[in-house]
């Protein structure tokens, strides 16, 4: 009988294959350096001559061309998505917004109103919760620093969470978003990000501020900014502003 963590294995080695392949390599890395650059040691890599001026994800260079060409791809596919009951209460598909280059994403849980209504993803009150993080705490710009997106592309009804068939229908174009920006670092706000992106349930409260690795990019849980609305304690807000902290260290790694 099947373990129970079997299908998470098996779910995340898809995943690595196919970003593997996206980054134009022909056999599995065996070495600790194949990918992420770190130990010593030669890697066993076949990899296309075209693709031998291509960086390691966490040096990646930026170009103008493919990387914005594939998150246009990816919205492409989505088309006007009929893929789960989302489509029938939504009005408008929420893809993402951002830089398509950018060293750091945040992943949130699903649009609400005002997203549905502008189309564009954390534009209502926590969206604002979390402009103020990322430009007053941060010292980023949310436009040109970050690119935010969420799980699931179409507004739940009442704002519930995101039904398992519902993330199962869109986390294809999750994973091909981010493999399309290839960031240095991601956050996931919030438990239902937390817990697609790992393939488990994840206990927010207890494993924010920890790393964790999605398809080889670090990946950092924190509490989602209408959490920190709901719950606008001092204590909350020096949480969310030390994990931000340690992404802001990863990125100048």
């Known amino acids: ?124 009150r926590a969206g604002k919760k979390l402009t103020e993080i990322i430009e007053k705490g941060m010292k980023l710009n949310r436009e040109r620093d970050t690119y935010i997106c969420n799980i699931v592309k179409c507004r739940p009804p009442e704002n519930r969470d995101p039904k398992p068939d519902e993330v199962t229908a869109c986390n294809p174009f999750l994973i091909k978003q981010l493999q399309a920006i290839r960031p240095k670092a991601i956050v996931a706000l919030g438990k239902p990000s937390a817990s697609t992106l790992l393939g ?26 209408a959490y920190l609305l709901r719950a606008y304690t001092l204590e909350n807000r020096r949480n969310v502003m030390n994990d931000m902290n340690k992404v802001l260290a990863k990125l100048r790694e």
């Open 200 to 225: 488990r349930t994840v206990p927010i409260m207890k494993e924010r501020g920890t790393w964790h690795e999605y398809a080889g990019i670090p990946l950092m849980l924190t509490l989602h900014p």
């Open 1 to 124: 009988m099947p373990t129970p963590e079997k299908p998470i294995l098996l779910r995340d080695l898809k995943n690595y294959l196919v970003f593997l392949k996206d980054y134009g390599y022909s056999d599995i890395p065996l070495q600790p350096d194949s990918i992420l650059g770190s130990g010593s040691g030669k890697s066993n890599l076949s990899r296309p001559s075209t693709e031998t001026t291509r960086q390691p994800i966490m040096t990646k260079t930026r170009t103008n061309a493919k990387p914005n060409l594939l998150l246009e791809e990816v919205r492409e596919e989505l088309g006007d998505c009929t893929r789960c009951n989302l489509h029938s209460t939504r009005k408008t598909i929420v893809f993402g917004s951002g830089n398509p280059h950018a060293d750091l994403v945040f992943v949130g849980e699903g649009p609400g109103a005002d997203e549905d209504e502008q189309g564009l993803p954390f534009v209502g």
